[in-house]
């Protein structure tokens, strides 16, 4: 486990829980806000004037708003982790800690403390969203995640383990330092990069079961909301897509530490011809260029 806890990881947990409520708060009230309409009120059966079919959560899985409700997360995650990222590092979901776990990069007690901070967060982003729309947070579910119809368990499964590892090898990408000595990577622009990811992300699967590729988020809503159906595709799925990311950046890396292990040997055992830099116009002074003319013969 190896880690105490110190001033720097007590800021860093809070970081995670506060970071992922406000994340969960955000992007989960844009999904109930659209949820109170007639139509979605109807649905929900929380509008007593208006008579139909009971189907709570409908209006976000077959929401007519895709293209708003994926900026909304991808926005959402790309403000946070950037707020966070000077804390903890930004995760604010369980799969990035696991995977950067994974890989070495934070301690086993560090990751096991960001998932529970980070579950907190969301169950309480969640609440914050059920104690303001009532009507909307129960029209949608509070923007649960589960399978949409006509989609079984496996595709849930397999496009959660596909999109997180997405999003983790963005991550992972996205935040890698070292690139920027032999590329023209910036990791200030990481957030962008990862909001990006988010977005594509919930336009592909928010018909299939609401997108979640993160844990808490889907932990936090279900926690509030009491809807644990399939809850167990959206953990193994994101997790299972985050070690995966890890373990391909992780070749990737080495493969290319390799390389410039191969490149640099060369360099030494082969001595180059190292040719003067040429320092252009302004690195000839008028007194220089004078002296040439005279010297020509020129008057």
Not at 79 to 106: C, D, E, Q, R, T
Not at 173 to 191: E, I, K, N, Q
Not at 224 to 230: G, P
Not at 272 to 295: E, F, I
Request: charged share 10%.
């Amino acid at each position: 486990m190896g880690e105490k806890l110190s001033t720097s990881l007590a800021k860093a947990l809070f970081a995670e829980f506060f970071c992922t409520l406000f994340f969960v708060y955000l992007a989960t009230s844009a999904v109930t806000s659209g949820c109170r309409t007639g139509d979605s009120a109807r649905e929900s059966g929380n509008n007593p004037n208006l008579t139909g079919n009971v189907i709570p959560g409908n209006c976000f899985l077959a929401s007519s708003n895709l293209l708003g409700i994926a900026i909304a997360f991808g926005g959402s995650i790309a403000i946070f982790v950037y707020a966070a990222a000077s804390f903890s590092g930004g995760h604010l979901n369980p799969a990035v800690s696991v995977a950067f776990w994974m890989s070495g990069k934070i301690s086993a007690m560090r990751a096991i403390l960001y998932v529970v901070f980070q579950c907190l967060g969301a169950c309480t982003g969640s609440a914050l969203v059920l104690a303001i729309d009532h009507i909307g947070y129960m029209a949608a579910l509070g923007a649960s995640n589960r399978l949409n119809t006509g989609i079984n368990p496996a595709n849930a499964w397999a496009a959660e383990t596909i999109l997180t590892c997405v999003l983790v090898f963005t991550v992972f990408a996205a935040t890698d330092t070292t690139r920027s000595s032999s590329s023209g990577h910036l990791s200030v622009l990481a957030p962008f990069a990862i909001g990006l990811a988010v977005l594509l992300a919930h336009l592909v699967a928010v018909p299939i079961d609401g997108c979640s590729i993160n844990p808490a988020r889907s932990f936090g809503v279900a926690a509030v909301s009491h809807d644990w159906t399939h809850q167990w595709i959206f953990w193994v799925g994101p997790i299972g897509g985050g070690i995966c990311a890890a373990a391909i950046y992780g070749i990737l890396s080495a493969q290319n530490d390799k390389d410039e292990k191969l490149q640099s040997d060369l360099e030494e055992q082969q001595p180059t011809l190292r040719m003067p830099k040429y320092a252009g116009a302004a690195g000839v002074s008028v007194k220089q260029t004078n002296r040439a003319v005279a010297g020509a013969g020129v008057v």
